[in-house]
């Protein structure tokens, strides 16, 4: 079983930058896509960010430029810049990876983010 560790949430005011982590560890087949979802209270989960085959980078239509998903394969790491953030942006940012044959979906707990002055 994959276990995914994520850090960097936390309260930032309108315009500022945070950068979340997201580290997986455990029984680890090979990692074919890790990306980033958020749920907002009383809102649906969308994806923020993926990123497959180390290089294959999908945005949902609202990060607009301001976010940016990379991974360190050696370290099964995924990172995620976030700049010019938002008080829409508050939501809880789960860390997700797809692995194996099987496809395996392994979820994060969750880091909170608040945009908020």
């Known amino acids: 079983q994959v276990q995914l560790a994520e850090s960097g949430g936390g309260l930032v005011q309108p315009g500022g930058s945070l950068r979340l982590s997201c580290e997986a560890s455990?029984?680890?087949?090979?990692?074919?896509?890790m990306a980033w979802y958020r749920r907002a209270p009383g809102k649906r989960r969308e994806l923020v960010a993926s990123?497959?085959?180390?290089?294959?980078?999908n945005y949902g239509d609202f990060v607009k430029g301001r976010f940016r998903i990379s991974a360190d394969n050696a370290k099964n790491t995924v990172y995620l810049q976030m700049d010019s953030l938002k008080p829409e942006d508050t939501a809880v940012y789960y860390c997700n990876t797809v692995s194996g044959k099987a496809l395996r979906n392994d979820w994060g707990q969750g880091t909170q983010v608040t945009v908020s002055s």
């Open positions: 455990g029984s680890i087949e090979p990692i074919y896509v």
């Open positions: 990123i497959a085959d180390g290089n294959s980078r």
